[in-house]
C-alpha cells in the first residue's frame, strides 16, 4: 500500500484525496488493482496531452516561448472524476447485478430444496405404496391360506359327519341284534362310549329257587371304524368266554346268540357251582373246566367237569395233593353210582382218606 501511495506522489498527489471514497470493505489486493488502472489512466491522459503538445511545434523554441495550450475544459481532474463516475456506475450496475444475481442463486437453492423435500416425499410414498403392496399381498396369502384351512376342517367335518353317521348305524345296528336276541333273555345296557358299549345277559328265570338263579353275563362290544367288533366277556363274571370273539358287524348278532346259548347251556353247571361256593372253598376254571377244591390249607384236591355236565360228561378226580405230595386217588370215590359235584365235594369233604 505504501508504495502505491509513492507512486501517486509522484505522478498526481491530487489522487491521494480520493482515498475517503473507496469502500471500507475492499481487501488489499482489489485496491492496489483500482490505484493502479487509476495511474495508469492518468499517465496515459498526460502522455496524449504531451505528444499533442509536441506535434504541434515547428521548432524547439516554440517549447520555450510558446504559451501553454488552454487547459481543456476540467481538464484531467474532470475526466478522471467522469471516469470515476462511470466506473461507480459500473459498479454498481454490476452490484445490483450481483444481488438480483444472489436472489437468483437463492431461489434456484430454495427450488432445489423444495425438489429435494419433493423427491424424498415421492421416494417416501414409493416406499410406502411398496409396503402396502406388500401388505397387500400377505392379507392375499393369509386369505388363500384360511381358504384351504377351510377346506381342510370342511373335509374333517365331512368325515368326522360320515363317521358320527356309521357309528350311529352301527348303535342301530348294535340295538337291533340286541333286540334279536331279547326273546331269549333279557339285556341291560350298563355303559356307553364312543367305541364301546357294555350289556348285561340275563337268562329269563327258570325252575330254580331264587337263591341258585344264574348270574347275569358281563359283555363288553368294542366297535372300530372298519366295521368290525369284538365281543369279551367280563372278567368279573363267571367267564365262559376265554378269548375274544371278533368279526364284521353283520356277524354281532349271531356271535351274542351263540354266547349267550352256551352260557344258557352251562346254566346247571354254573348254578350248581354258585350254590357250592357258598358252602366249600372251591374255585372254578372255566377254560380247563377244571374245579379245585381246598379241603385245608395242606390239601387240594382237583376235578375235572366232562362236557355237557350234567345231561353228559361226568365229573371225576384228577388229584390230590397233601403237602404238596400226591396221594393215591384209586380208592376214592363217592358211593353213588353217578356221583356229581355236590357228591364229590361231600365225599372229599367227609373222608378221613384226604
Known amino acids: 500500500m ?21 469502500e471500507s470493505d475492499w481487501t488489499e489486493a482489489t485496491q492496489m488493482a483500482l490505484y493502479l488502472t487509476k495511474v495508469l489512466w492518468r499517465q496515459r491522459f498526460v502522455l496524449d496531452s504531451m505528444m499533442s503538445l509536441l506535434e504541434g511545434l515547428e521548432s524547439s523554441q516554440q517549447l520555450t516561448t510558446q504559451p501553454p495550450p488552454p487547459h481543456p475544459e476540467g481538464g484531467a481532474r474532470s475526466r478522471w472524476k467522469a471516469l470515476k463516475a462511470e466506473s461507480r456506475t459500473a459498479v454498481e450496475e454490476t452490484e445490483t447485478l450481483l444481488v438480483s444475481l444472489q436472489d437468483r442463486i437463492q431461489q434456484i437453492n430454495d427450488r ?79 355303559a356307553v362310549s364312543q367305541s364301546q358299549v357294555t350289556l348285561e345277559l340275563r337268562p329269563r328265570p327258570s325252575s330254580h329257587p331264587p337263591s341258585s338263579q344264574l348270574q347275569p353275563l358281563k359283555v363288553s362290544v368294542t366297535w372300530s ?10 372278567e368279573g363274571t363267571c ?52 374245579l379245585v377244591y381246598l379241603k385245608t390249607a395242606s390239601q387240594v384236591c382237583h376235578l375235572e367237569v366232562g362236557e355237557g355236565y350234567p345231561g353228559g360228561g361226568r365229573p371225576r378226580l384228577l388229584s390230590v ?23 364229590w365235594l361231600v365225599f372229599l369233604c367227609s373222608t378221613p382218606l384226604v
Open 225 to 234: 371304524h372298519d366295521g368290525h367288533f369284538t365281543l369279551q366277556a367280563d
Open 2 to 22: 505504501a508504495a502505491v501511495q509513492a507512486v501517486l506522489q509522484r505522478c498526481d498527489p491530487v489522487l491521494l484525496d480520493s482515498d475517503s471514497d473507496r
Open 239 to 290: 367267564v365262559l368266554v376265554e378269548d375274544r370273539v371278533s368279526g364284521r358287524w353283520a356277524e354281532l348278532s349271531a356271535a351274542l346268540l351263540e354266547v349267550m346259548q352256551f352260557y344258557v347251556g352251562e346254566a346247571e353247571l354254573l348254578t350248581e357251582i354258585q350254590t357250592l361256593r357258598s358252602s366249600f372253598p372251591i374255585d372254578w376254571r372255566p377254560a380247563q373246566r377244571r
Open 321 to 343: 395233593q397233601c403237602d404238596g405230595r400226591p396221594v393215591d386217588t384209586s380208592s376214592l370215590k363217592p358211593p353213588a353210582s353217578d356221583p356229581g359235584l355236590t357228591e
Open 112 to 190: 432445489r430444496q423444495t425438489l429435494t423435500r419433493l423427491t424424498e416425499q415421492l421416494s417416501a410414498r414409493v416406499q410406502q405404496h411398496q409396503q402396502l403392496r406388500e401388505l397387500l399381498q400377505n392379507t392375499h396369502d393369509a386369505l388363500r391360506s384360511c381358504e384351504q384351512q377351510l377346506e381342510q376342517v370342511e373335509a374333517e367335518a365331512a368325515a368326522a359327519l360320515a363317521q358320527l353317521t356309521e357309528r350311529r348305524r352301527l348303535r342301530d345296528r348294535l340295538q337291533g341284534s340286541a333286540a334279536a336276541v331279547q326273546d331269549r333273555m333279557q339285556v341291560g345296557l350298563l
